[in-house]
């Protein structure tokens, strides 16, 4: 649906050019929702402006539907921006309009009449749950309402790509969750692509069945939300994950590990469970073939683009035979293990 190629921009003149974006090549599939994470100035925002052409690339090419969108005059612009709807994070109504009215907006421009808007308008109020709001300011109107507005206005002209910035940044946890539910089922139910970025993972975890990492203006990684979130390689990635999987461990367990054994140390193994051996009863099994030993310190099952995913961080004695019967464990069982360190 969206291609990359070689995108390359350089904001400001020769001399003090900055490169916010530099060789990017990636892929965004027909209705899939794809996310784009990364650090803040890493190129995120400039990524997704390129797609509907409010900046434009210094070099390479952006293609949407087969379109190449740097070669567009202003006239073929505006029709490209009826296909691809755009939500954002402080969600952009007119305050001098009812939620009627903003949703209203783009079928003005396009110029059709008050009965074709009405007959437009009416269900995308229905589909985004404020059937009984249509007359309401976006001033009476709580932050999930006035996203769910964008989202309608962004529905308008039945674009095929939806481009979202930050869209649940400024809400809380619980009114995100239910605008995601709300575009996976509009995702679901229209086909629509979505290509959303944001700094929060639990989003992308969430709803993107894809995801790229973005890293001062190259992709680091890019595949499926999955794989990794549950198999980071670059540096990047892990950090930006670190907080929201399992994958970094508690500080008070942190602070006492040791690349070294000292005598008496025990081994601090990282367990983690997908696929098939996320379904089966793996730790009592542990616990009796590895010895009594073993002390459970850490751990989370999670839920990865509809995936079940879980780590464990266990310690056993790191004698010889203790090591032998843990080794032979895993290869039976499949288990994926990662050795941490020791402690005491
Ligand atoms: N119009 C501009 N002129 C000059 N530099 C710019 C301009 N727009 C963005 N930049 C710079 O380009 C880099 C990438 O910015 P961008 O907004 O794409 O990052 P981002 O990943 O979306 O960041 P954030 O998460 O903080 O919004 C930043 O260092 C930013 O300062």
Redesign the pocket.
């Known amino acids: 649906m969206v291609l990359f190629k070689g995108v390359t921009k350089r904001?400001?003149d020769d001399a003090n050019a900055?490169v916010?974006l530099d060789g990017v090549d990636m892929a965004v599939g027909r209705g899939a929702i794809t996310g784009i994470i990364?650090r803040?100035?890493?190129?995120?925002?400039?990524?997704i402006r390129l797609v509907n052409g409010l900046e434009k690339a210094t070099a390479g090419e952006v293609v949407v539907d087969g379109t190449e969108v740097g070669g567009l005059t202003e006239a073929a612009l505006r029709g490209l921006r009826r296909e691809v709807g755009m939500i954002f994070q402080h969600f952009n109504l007119l305050s001098s309009r009812t939620a009627f009215d903003n949703i209203a907006l783009p079928l003005e421009i396009a110029g059709l009449d008050r009965a074709a808007i009405k007959a437009k308008v009416g269900p995308l109020l229905d589909l985004v749950g404020l059937g009984d709001k249509a007359e309401r300011y976006p001033s009476e109107l709580s932050g999930g309402q006035k996203q769910r507005v964008g989202i309608a206005r962004a529905l308008a002209t039945s674009p095929k790509l939806l481009l979202s910035d930050e869209a649940t940044s400024a809400l809380d946890p619980e009114t995100t969750q239910s605008i995601l539910a709300l575009l996976k089922q509009i995702n679901a139910d229209l086909g629509l692509t979505v290509l959303l970025?944001t700094?929060e993972m639990e989003v992308v975890k969430t709803i993107a069945s894809h995801v790229a990492v973005i890293d001062r203006g190259r992709i680091v990684e890019q595949g499926r939300t999955f794989d990794i979130f549950t198999a980071p390689q670059h540096e990047t990635t892990r950090i930006l994950l670190s907080s929201t999987l399992g994958i970094g461990l508690p500080e008070w367990l942190r602070s006492g590990v040791k690349a070294e054994a000292s005598a008496g140390d025990r081994i601090l193994v990282r367990l983690t469970f997908f696929g098939a051996t996320a379904f089966q009863p793996l730790t009592a099994r542990l616990v009796t073939e590895i010895g009594g030993n073993v002390n459970i310190l850490a751990g989370a099952i999670e839920e990865i683009a509809g995936e079940p995913f879980g780590t464990l961080v266990v310690a056993y004695p790191a004698t010889p035979e203790v090591l032998a019967r843990a080794a032979r464990f895993y290869a039976e069982t499949g288990l994926a293990t990662e050795m941490l360190g020791y402690v005491a």
């Open positions: 904001y400001g900055f916010a990364g803040s100035g890493a190129g995120k925002s400039t990524l970025i700094h």
